[in-house]
């Protein structure tokens, strides 16, 4: 099998064989690394090894980058381990990144402790990956990441929250809806967006004592709700309206409520005695 390799003044075609060579003792780090990105690209499993060792032992990060990146294409388990140990050894931060969305992509219990550790990472774009890989790999990581809900560090404290929202497992309610105590503004405002994603009815009375609170964050409420608007509740419905009608004049906050309160109406008109089904705005 060929492929063709582009360059500015002329485009090559390389054997599965020839790109190995390549990445294994060309002196150029332009070359290694294209070699790297073109093997993850043709799916051959023959790659993992050779690209293995050059994202252990390969001094140059842009080469290590696309050697890991390819073998998160590539899917073979074999690369876990080092992949592991890429995202937490590199000093490389772009290949902490791409080990980290490697491991998302392979997926496993064996990645999930490793990904929830580089929540804690020094720099927020690994942070961030790591948490869209665990998001990534699902349910397996909802009781380390509620566990991450504990931790110290701000930061750590809301990826796990954004996580677990859009994993949806509905386990993690409980621990959310603990987070709208956070003294945070932000992890509060992640809480009350996952609550409304985890869908459980349970957490309608915690979002509405959120969203009357005079002194909570106008993000915060209006979040909440947003949240009561997707959980649908029709005890949301009286707060919502006492909310809209106490207002001299709608703001965002408002604003959302009465969109809510419209949504919650049209989900539940036939059940509630002598209404009708609103026109939605």
Known sequence: MTISVTGKK??????????????????????RYNAARVLGEMG???????????????????????????????????????????????????????????????????????LVEALNDENPQVCITATDALIEIGDVATDA???????????????????????????????VINMLGDEWVNVRIYAVTSLGKLGEQKAVPSLIEVMQKRDENELVRAGAAAALGVLRDQRALMPLRELIMEAEELGELEDTALKSFKKIMAANWQSIPGGKKPAMA
């Open 10 to 31: 002329k485009q090559v075609k390389k054997s599965f064989e020839e790109l190995l060579a390549d990445l294994r003792v060309s002196n150029s780090e332009k070359v």
């Open 145 to 175: 990441l509620m566990e991450s809900l504990d931790h110290t560090k701000v930061n750590v404290r809301c990826d796990a929250t954004r996580a677990l929202g859009e994993i949806g497992n509905k386990k993690a309610v409980d621990k």
């Open 44 to 114: 051959d499993s023959k790659a993992v090894e050779p690209l293995i060792d050059v994202l252990k032992n390969d001094k140059n990060g842009s080469v290590r980058l696309y050697a890991a990146r390819a073998l998160g294409e590539l899917g073979d388990c074999a690369a876990t381990v080092h992949l592991i140990e890429s995202l937490r050894e590199d000093r490389n931060v772009d290949v902490r990144v791409r080990a980290a969305r490697a491991l998302g992509r392979l997926g496993g219990a064996i990645v999930v402790e490793p």
